[in-house]
């Protein structure tokens, strides 16, 4: 298991980037949370497999139809999430 943080710039806030990252997390059994940043992105973390984080790696990329996603940028994190995977305050 691996987790990974990524930060998602582009157009990612009010257009349901936050509730399509929940969906497609909970999709692949991954573990972690998501959250709207100050500066206008998106952040999240995610733990799981290599396939499942590859997955989800490629479904941000995607974003929902209102988004533009920029760019992603992610690290290799020493967070163990709690099981499951939710939407954080803002931060």
């Known amino acids: ?3 990974l943080r990524l930060r998602v710039t582009g157009r ?3 257009v349901g980037f936050r509730h399509f990252t929940r969906d497609a997390a909970a999709r692949l059994g991954l ?3 998501v959250r709207n940043r100050l500066d206008g992105s998106v952040e ?3 733990r799981g497999d290599a396939a499942a984080l ?3 790696r490629a479904a941000l990329r995607q974003g ?3 988004s533009r996603v920029d760019d992603i940028v992610e690290v290799v ?3 163990v999430p709690a099981k499951g995977f939710f939407q954080a305050p803002t931060a």
């Open 1 to 3: 298991m691996k987790t």
């Open 12 to 14: 990612v806030q009010g």
């Open 31 to 33: 573990d972690g949370w």
């Open 44 to 46: 999240a973390v995610a």
């Open 54 to 56: 590859d997955a989800f």
């Open 64 to 66: 929902p139809p209102a």
């Open 77 to 79: 994190d020493d967070e």
